[in-house]
C-alpha cells in the first residue's frame, strides 16, 4: 500500500493543497503552477519543494526593543499594520489592527519612533495564544469578520463557542448571498433581453406613426389628380401644380394613378389604426418592467427574488418553465414588509409588483396615506391612519422608507409623493402595480432602511 502526504500550504492568495506521495513526487494540487509561472513548479511528477522560509520574527517572543528595531529601519512600510505583517510570522492584517487598537486605541497608525512599543509587543504575544472565538455580523447584515480571539476594533463582535462554529457561520452567510447574487443575475439578464425586445417594439411603432404622417400627401396627390385632369396628357410621367411635384405611371390613365393613390392612403391607414394603441401598451409594459428589476435589485431575501421571477414569467415578460423541463416549485409567498413609526402607526411597504397591489388596494384603506418615490420606479407604502391624523415624524418616516426602496436609494434626498388611498388608481390594462393618483404633496427626504 502506497503512503501519501496531503501537504496544505497556508499562504492567503498563494495557498495550496498538495498531494505528494512517498517518494516525494506531487501525484496532484488543487492549483497547478507551471514553470512560467513560479520558479517553485507545483505540477504532476515533479518533485515537491517547500516554500522558502520567511525571515520573519516568532510572535510569541515578541518584544519591545525587537520590534522597535524591526519596524523602524525598514524603509519599505511606513505603515505600522503592515508593517507588523511584514516581520512576523502568521500575523494577518487583521490581527496587526487588533493589537494595534488594543495598545493604542486606533487600529491604525504609522510607524514612528516614539510609539507605545512595550504594550503593543506584549499584545502581540497575548493575541497569539488567547482563545475567545467571536463572529462580527451586525443586526440584519452580512458577517464582516470572524477571529479565535476576541475583535475589540469592530463593533458588534458576537462571542462563539469553537472557532470552527464561527466559520461555519461566515462562509454559510457568504455562500449564500452568493447564491442570491447568482439567481438576481439570472433574472436580471432574462429582463434586460426583455427589456430589450420592448424597446425595439417602441422603437418600430414610433417610426410607423412618423411615416404615417406621409400619408395626407399621398391622398391629397389623388385628390389633384382628379382636380388636374384635364392638363394631363397621354403617356405624362410628371404633373406640378399648387407646390405638389407628382410621379405619374405613364402606363396608367390619370384616373387609376389617383385610384392607385387612394388605395395605399386607405390601406396605410387601416393598418396604422391601431398603432397609437399598440404603443400606450408597449410603453405601460416597459414601465411594469422598469418596476420589477428594480424591485429585483433591491431583494435582499431569495424567497423575494423567486417571488418577483414568478411574477415576471406570469406577467410574460420571462417565459415558463416548459413541461420538456424541470418545473421549479411556486416560491414560498413573501408578505409586505410592516413596520411600526415612532408615534405607533403601522406603516406597510411592497417589495414586489404583487405586494405593491396587496398593500395599496387591500392593506390600504381609503382614508390611509399612501407614498411613493416621484417618477421613479419603486415600493407602494401605506400608513394606516384608523382616522387619526398622522404626525410629520411617521410620514416623513415612511417616505424615507419608500425612498429606500426605490431606484434612487443611494441619493443624498429623494422627492416622494404623498396622497390619499382614495386618490389611487390603478390602470386598466398595466402591469400589477402601476398606478395613476392625484392631489399629491411632495416630502424630500434621504432614504432610511427599515428598522425593527
Known sequence: MMCCDLVVEIMGRHSNIILVDESNMILESVKRVPPQLSRRVILPRHAYESPPPQSKQNPQTAQAETMQALVTTSISETNLSRALVQHYLGISPQVAREVIYRAMGTAEALVADNLPWQPLATCLREIVSEYQPCLVQPA???PLAYAPYHLTHLADAQPQETIQLAMERFYAAREHLTAHRQRRDAVQQQLDAARSRLQQQEQQIRQELERAQGLEQVREEGEMILAFLHLIEPGQTRLSVE????????NLSPVENAQ???????????????????LEQTTQ???GLEQLATLLELADRREQIDQIAQEAEEQGYLAAPTSGRKQRSKPVRVKPLRLLSSDGYDIYVGRSATQNVEVTFQIGRPEDIWLHVRMIPGAHVIIRTHGRDVPERT???AAAVAAYFSRARNEDAVDVDVSRRTLVRKIPGAAPGLVTYRAEQTVRVAPMPPWS
Open 140 to 142: 440584519n447584515d452580512l
Open 243 to 250: 407646390g405638389l411635384d407628382m410621379t405619374l405611371d405613364p
Open 260 to 278: 392607385r393613390r387612394f388605395r395605399s392612403y386607405h390601406k396605410a391607414r387601416s393598418a396604422l389604426e391601431g398603432l397609437p394603441t399598440r
Open 285 to 287: 409594459r416597459l414601465e
Open 395 to 397: 410620514l416623513r418616516e
